[in-house]
């Protein structure tokens, strides 16, 4: 079956970095578009980075300039680089794959990994 695995959350202080990553499995990662949302708590969650196949990016206004979506086909891996991290960006990350980003999310999610910023 299709799986998606995340890595990478954990805590940070402002200012710091961090890279989430996901590894998918069971379904021919090349042909799919791929996004990763976030979920703040008592909020909804939201689209934060995605990439069509053909390679176009779409970042929230939240996170332009400080987070970069990129994938690596050989590893069927999607990755997201977290710049200048606040303490605003703490959530839950979700993998997603499927989807007519930005406007709806895929059917296929990981299990989120949680970022936490703060001093």
């Known amino acids: 079956q299709v799986q998606l695995v995340e890595s990478g959350g954990g805590l940070a202080q402002p200012g710091d970095s961090l890279t989430l990553s996901c590894e998918v499995s069971?379904?021919?990662?090349?042909?799919?578009?791929v996004a990763w949302y976030r979920q703040a708590p008592g909020k909804q969650r939201e689209l934060a980075a995605s990439m069509l196949i053909s390679g176009d990016t779409y970042y929230a206004d939240s996170v332009k300039d400080r987070f970069t979506i990129f994938r690596d086909n050989n590893k069927n891996t999607v990755s997201l680089f977290t710049d200048s991290l606040k303490p605003e960006d703490t959530a839950v990350y979700y993998c997603?794959?499927?989807?007519?980003?930005?406007?709806?999310?895929?059917?296929?999610w990981g299990q989120g990994t949680q970022v936490t910023v703060s001093s």
């Open positions: 997603n794959m499927g989807g007519s980003y930005p406007h709806q999310p895929g059917a296929y």
């Open positions: 069971g379904i021919y990662f090349p042909l799919w578009p």
